[in-house]
């Protein structure tokens, strides 16, 4: 089981990116996929999560109206879009496969929690300068 992200790089205030997170050794309709990221000096914390089956979104805050979740089964891919980048999006930003059951409504309060994901990518680096 392997998930690989990619698509970091620097960007200017107001840019976009899009990250891509690509699963292999298992199927990720079958899987949670989370997206966190994590700044210097400071903890890591989820940015958003796609369930599995029927694919219920949720964001932090931070990332509602600008990032976008999604994923290709296709393609075994989860992507987060993420548009009007700020300075403060800096951070090394890392994809995570949680398996099981579907969580349900249990989701919305459990998926910025590290803990209950399974698998986890090396990060992918995004500086966004003023």
């Known amino acids: 089981v392997q998930l690989q992200a990619s698509g970091g790089g620097s960007v200017q205030f107001g840019g976009s990116l899009r990250l891509s997170c690509v699963a292999s050794?298992?199927?990720?309709?079958?899987?949670?996929i989370g997206w966190f990221r994590q700044a210097p000096g400071k903890e890591r914390e989820g940015v958003s999560c796609?369930?599995?089956?029927?694919?219920?979104?949720y964001y932090a805050d931070s990332a509602k109206d600008r990032f976008s979740i999604s994923r290709d089964n296709a393609k075994n891919t989860a992507y987060l879009q993420m548009s009007n980048l700020k300075p403060e999006d800096t951070a090394v930003y890392y994809c995570?496969?949680?398996?099981?059951?579907?969580?349900?409504?249990?989701?919305?309060?459990?998926?910025?929690?590290?803990?209950?994901?399974?698998?986890w990518g090396h990060g992918t680096q995004v500086t966004v300068s003023s």
């Open positions: 995570a496969a949680l398996s099981g059951p579907d969580l349900g409504a249990s989701l919305l309060r459990l998926w910025p929690l590290m803990a209950i994901y399974d698998y």
């Open positions: 050794g298992f199927t990720l309709d079958d899987y949670a």
């Open positions: 796609i369930s599995s089956g029927e694919g219920r979104i």
